[in-house]
């Protein structure tokens, strides 16, 4: 294999990263995330804390849990969730850093 073709992405794996970083990027989605962290919660306290319908709650968590950003356990009659992996909860907290308002405002050097 040359140099060249060492980092390439397969089309598939592009296609994959392509469509978890569009779930994540729902300002909803994005808020689940953030309010997670590195917790496990259920839908209706994720809900509450969010300030959304459980109905509407579910299905962005699917989204989620559909892009293998989040996974999830039963647990009686309640469902948690929790971010997948520790890879994934260091990339949620770089974006966090760099993309949050205050970052992305022109400071005059």
Do not use: F
Not at 27 to 50: F, H, K, S
């Amino acid at each position: 294999m040359s140099d060249e073709n060492k980092d390439a992405v397969s089309p598939e794996d592009a296609v994959l990263t392509a469509d978890a970083l569009k779930a994540m990027g729902h300002p909803l989605r994005w808020r689940i995330l953030c309010a997670l962290g590195e917790d496990e919660i259920t839908v209706g306290d994720l809900a509450r804390q969010i300030g959304t319908t459980q109905s509407n709650m579910s299905q962005h968590l699917d989204q989620l849990r559909n892009k293998r950003i989040l996974v999830s356990r039963k647990e009686a009659n309640r469902i948690y969730y929790r971010v997948r992996n520790e890879a994934l909860l260091e990339l949620i907290g770089s974006m966090r850093e760099v993309l949050c308002h205050t970052n992305l405002e022109d400071t005059p050097s």
